[in-house]
Antibody, heavy 126, light 105 residues
Framework: EVQLVESGGGLVQPGRSLRLSCTTSGFTFADSSVGWVRQAPGKGLEWVGFIRSKSYGGATQYAASVQGRFTISGDVSETIAYLQMSSLRTEDTAVYYC?????????????????WGQGTLVTVSS | SYELTQAPSLSVSPGQTAYITCSGDKLGDKYASWYQQKPGQSPVLVMYQNSKRPSGIPERFSGSNSENTATLTISGTQPMDEADYYCQAWDSSTVTFGGGTKLTV
């Protein structure tokens, strides 16, 4: 069974940093691309970014709203994906979901988010 | 940036067919996916690559995509289908979600 479990959320002041973890199991992490999607309170889904599998070079891609502030990485040995968030803003307040990316192209036109974690809440406030 | 547009809400009676649409420029040239999210729960993939159903998704869910509109169709809608539905597509290695449609049954 595919499982993704996020952790590391909490209350953080604007301008500070926070790292989220996504502990995975039930699939071959090294062969999978992993994405992050967030949802502000009462709002819709917003894509944050993703990291391609090692098969696709492990490249990362980010939404314009977080480019330069957020970094996604993966620990293949521990099968954990990370979302390092810096220079946090109040508008970054959201539930952050970790997702496995299915599809034949590892993160492109054929891809889709086929498994989701339960989410972790990040609140940016002074 | 690429945009996907969904109607904010849709209401159907039990047993009716629900057509949830998603519009975007030349969306038919891309692949659309659909996610169902019930209150307090994580999203669930219900359709991918326009018309493919993941394992465990009932046959009453179907999908299509042509020209500028992707459609998620729920035939014989049941009360348990009441949820928010989001479309999603890729554009140049970035991802766009529609704003979501709240389906009331």
């Amino acid at each position: 069974e595919v499982q993704l479990v996020e952790s590391g959320g909490g209350l953080v002041q604007p301008g500070r940093s926070l790292r989220l973890s996504c502990t995975t199991s039930g699939f071959t992490f090294a062969d999978s691309s992993v994405g992050w999607v967030r949802q502000a309170p009462g709002k819709g889904l917003e894509w944050v970014g993703f990291i391609r599998s090692k098969s696709y070079g492990g490249a990362t891609q980010y939404a314009a709203s977080v480019q330069g502030r957020f970094t996604i990485s993966g620990d293949v040995s521990e099968t954990i994906a990370y979302l390092q968030m810096s220079s946090l803003r109040t508008e970054d307040t959201a539930v952050y979901y970790c997702t496995r990316i299915g599809g034949e192209d590892g993160g492109s036109y054929l891809s889709y988010f086929d498994s989701w974690g339960q989410g972790t809440l990040v609140t940016v406030s002074s | 940036s690429y945009e996907l547009t969904q109607a904010p809400s849709l209401s159907v009676s039990p047993g009716q067919t629900a057509y949830i649409t998603c519009s975007g420029d030349k969306l038919g040239d891309k692949y659309a996916s659909w996610y169902q999210q019930k209150p307090g729960q994580s999203p669930v993939l219900v359709m991918y690559q326009n018309s493919k159903r993941p394992s465990g998704i009932p046959e009453r869910f179907s999908g299509s995509n042509s020209e500028n509109t992707a459609t998620l169709t729920i035939s014989g809608t049941q009360p348990m289908d009441e949820a928010d539905y989001y479309c999603q597509a890729w554009d140049s290695s970035t991802v766009t979600f529609g704003g979501g449609t709240k389906l009331t049954v």
